[in-house]
């Protein structure tokens, strides 16, 4: 499985980016889908889940209402619009996928023990 994220950049404050993960190797359709972060010196956090049984997505509270998750299963990729970007946006983003059926939260010790990871976008945000 590999999985390929693109879109990263440079932004100002409220500025906008969309991230995109391009999967092949494996069927989205059937897959868990989620965007983590990691911000230089600080933990990666799950910042946005799609689940494959009802199509729900769920976010991290700090990103409600400025990101969206999407997930194209016919193209295989999985997209993240966000929008009205804030500093502490800054981080390296990560596409992951599982199949497990444990992957049900944003919690990240079992995408990490159960995912497939992409190698990550750069989103730089600028004051």
């Known amino acids: 499985v590999q999985l390929v994220e693109s879109g990263g950049g440079s932004e100002p404050v409220g500025g906008s980016l969309r991230l995109s993960c391009g999967v092949s190797g494996a069927a989205l359709a059937g897959y868990d889908v989620s965007w983590f972060r990691q911000a230089l010196g600080k933990a990666r956090e799950g910042v946005a889940r799609?689940?494959?049984?009802?199509?729900?997505?769920q976010y991290l509270d700090s990103v409600k209402g400025r990101f969206t998750m999407s997930v194209d299963a016919a193209k295989n990729t999985a997209d993240l619009q966000m929008n009205n970007l804030k500093p502490e946006d800054a981080a390296v983003y990560y596409c992951v996928i599982s199949d497990s059926g444990l992957t049900d939260t944003l919690r990240l010790k079992e995408w990490e023990r159960f995912g497939s990871w992409g190698q990550g976008t750069q989103v730089t945000v600028s004051s």
């Open positions: 799609f689940d494959s049984a009802d199509h729900s997505t």
